[in-house]
């Protein structure tokens, strides 16, 4: 085993499928409006206790993602757009314009109509935002399908979305196909399924149709309405989410929506963000983030085209190979979720040298630890980390930690534009600084809603326009943020809340963890307590070290009751969020 296994099986979920961030710039056109003030709570309603943005506010030009996202082209139309990690394969802002209008063309003249819903399942190739523009361009609404799932999942959401059309990689498409041969038998109508360039060379599969055919030079592009016909209210993307409860649904976000998250996170300057592209400088942003995640879609594929910034994707995640290309394309900003930043920070094989163009690095999607940050800057102390709080519900961002700012427990204040306030579940009333309740957020950038599920979009955006979050937090007297938990991950003892995050992030902190998470079991005293699974670095620590060790940190009713179990690995998704479902179906029989 080389020094990199350990690395590798602690990642293996992340492995499978993946990618990082966005840059963001300078963007106040001067339109700004009202300087808004920071230690007010009240709003201007009879609202007490909401925080306001303390940021200038934005605004939001009425135009579509197309005309907005492509307006580097003439400046730079021959500056590198996008280039595969893999394979070497890329693409100038001027061809991926070029393309992306290509494919609009081919897709109107196959009988795609506007409103039509196209499914992409695809890992991140370079092709995947030509795709993804150019579905937009010709008026469609793109799901973004999970690549790593299985046939019946994705049937599940082309159904549930109304996909009319599929793009994949031959790489996948014997398990794509599978899904859409299902859905067709049920509509009793047939689902073209589009190849783009994939990972390895492979052959054209028969029946489908191939991207390159749709997208070659001598395509025709004026059957092409004019842009404005796009309106800025219509929807682009329906990522899916499970939310605060249930099944994963459709989130509807609008042209509008993606434009003003952009612009949210990229205008103020008092927020780490990625830089606009200049004769001198541009941004050179690794794409490891997933694009069907509305995390990476908005910062990788959208803000850092946005931004004029050269685009490395990144199709899976593999530690040494991430690491070479961040130190061979000589990457400026690192978009990133919690595990991969505590494994760049703790992993001896990773140099302060790799960091040396390195200036930014954005954590976000889930909960980091305080010492992993701590560790990434020991080793990187020239890096500007920050960290966003967001939800696919709201575009995605909705705080941003301050420029300069080590509170690097909080996930920063309210961007631009945005009010949130935290409630008490039980009362309804909103609380105070210090108090924990549910996360609210109020903005322009709060999803239309969930499609197809009004009853949902009503439980989670009230008749204010607040969006509950279903995560528990609290904001301090500067105004901060802090992500306690979601509720729904919360365990009862004896009627009290427990914070799984909070004990981990305490487990964690033990130098012989290597990795830990927290669930509830069933007590009879108690109706549930705390059980720990732990990674351990060696094999000394014992259920009882570990045990003590919470013991001394924590009050009564968080002691890990239920028992420490040492495993070989913690199960999580992509972002680094823990399976707890899946822990509990492997070790709680
Ligand atoms: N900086 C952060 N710190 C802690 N938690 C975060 C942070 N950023 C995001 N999150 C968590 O991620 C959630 C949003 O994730 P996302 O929109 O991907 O949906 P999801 O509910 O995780 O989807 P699914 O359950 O389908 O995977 C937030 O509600 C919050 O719990
Ligand atoms: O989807 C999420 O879970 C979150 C949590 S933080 C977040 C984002 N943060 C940034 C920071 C910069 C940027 O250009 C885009 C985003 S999306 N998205």
């Known amino acids: 085993m080389n020094s990199w296994s350990s690395v590798r099986m602690g990642c293996r979920v992340m492995r499978r499928m993946y990618s990082t961030v966005t840059s963001r710039s300078l963007v106040n056109d001067g339109n700004c409006a009202s300087l808004r003030n920071d230690s007010v709570r009240s709003s201007s309603s009879h609202e007490q206790n909401i925080v306001k943005s303390p940021y200038l506010d934005i605004t939001v030009p009425d135009i579509n993602l197309i005309d907005f996202v492509w307006e580097m082209v003439d400046i730079y139309p021959d500056r590198t757009a996008l280039v595969c990690a893999l394979t070497g394969r890329r693409y100038t802002y001027a061809e ?44 469609m609404v793109v799901t973004t399908v999970n690549p790593v799932f299985t046939p019946e999942e994705i049937g599940k959401q082309l159904r549930d979305s109304g996909a009319v059309g599929v793009v994949t990689i031959s790489d996948i498409y014997s398990k794509v196909s599978k899904a859409v041969a299902v859905l067709e038998a049920e509509r009793k109508s047939k689902i073209p399924i589009i190849l783009t360039p994939g990972l390895e060379d492979k052959a054209i599969p028969r029946g489908t149709i191939n991207f390159q055919d749709m997208t070659h030079k001598g395509i025709d592009t004026s059957n092409l309405g004019a842009h404005n016909m796009l309106s800025p209210d219509s929807l682009v993307v329906l990522p ?45 942003v690794p794409a490891l983030l997933p694009f069907y995640h509305i995390y990476g879609l908005l910062s990788l594929a959208i803000a850092s085209l946005y931004c004029g910034a050269k685009v490395v994707t990144v199709p899976t995640f593999e530690p040494a190979q991430f690491i070479s290309t961040v130190v061979k394309y000589k990457a400026t900003a690192l978009y990133l979720v919690p595990p991969v930043i505590q494994f760049m920070s703790s992993h001896p094989d990773v140099k302060t040298s790799d960091f040396e163009t390195v200036r930014l690095v954005n954590s ?34 909705a705080t941003i930690l301050e420029k300069g700012s080590t509170n690097y427990k909080s996930c920063g204040k309210p961007i631009p534009n945005t009010e949130m306030k935290i409630v008490n579940m039980d009362t309804n009333m909103n609380l105070g600084p210090g ?48 992500i306690v938990d979601r509720y729904k991950e919360l365990i009862k003892v004896k009627g009290l809340q427990v914070a799984p995050a909070e004990l981990e992030d305490i487990l964690r902190s033990h130098p012989g963890v290597a990795d830990a998470a927290v669930i509830g079991v069933p007590d009879q005293r108690s109706g549930e307590v705390p059980k720990a699974f732990i ?53 709680c029989k």
């Not at 409860?245 to 609008?254: F, I, M």
């Not at 003590?548 to 969020?577: C, D, Q, W, Y």
Request: proline share 6%; hydrophobic share 35%.
């Open 535 to 587: 990674v351990s670095k060696g094999p000394k620590l014992t259920e009882d070290d570990v045990k003590k060790f919470m013991a001394g940190k924590v009050s009564r009713h968080k002691h890990l009751t239920g028992g420490a179990e040492f495993v070989t690995t913690i199960p999580r998704n992509p972002s680094g969020k823990i399976l707890r479902k899946k822990l509990k179906e492997m070790y």
């Open 96 to 139: 991926s314009r070029g393309i992306a209008r290509r494919f609009a063309a081919s897709l109107c003249r196959a009988g795609f109509k506007h409103g039509n819903v196209l499914a992409v399942v695809l890992p991140n190739v370079p092709e995947f935002p030509l795709v993804l523009f150019g579905a937009l361009e010709a008026g």
């Open 435 to 482: 108090e924990a309740g549910e996360v609210c957020i109020r903005g322009p950038q709060v999803m239309a809603g969930y499609h197809n599920n009004p009853q949902a979009t009503a439980e989670t955006i009230d008749p204010s326009g607040w969006l509950h979050t279903g995560d528990m937090g609290y904001y301090d007297e500067e105004n901060d943020f802090y």
């Open 240 to 284: 899916y989410s499970s939310g605060t409860t249930g099944l994963p649904k459709g989130v509807k976000l609008s042209h509008r929506h993606l434009i003003t998250n952009c612009l949210q996170v990229l205008s103020e300057p008092k927020i780490c963000r990625a830089e606009r592209a200049t004769d001198d400088f541009r941004e050179i």
């Open 364 to 397: 976000g999607a889930a909960p980091i630890g305080y010492n992993d940050v701590e560790r990434l800057l020991e080793k990187a102390p020239h890096v500007e980390f920050t960290q966003g709080y967001g939800l696919t519900e709201s575009s995605p961002a």
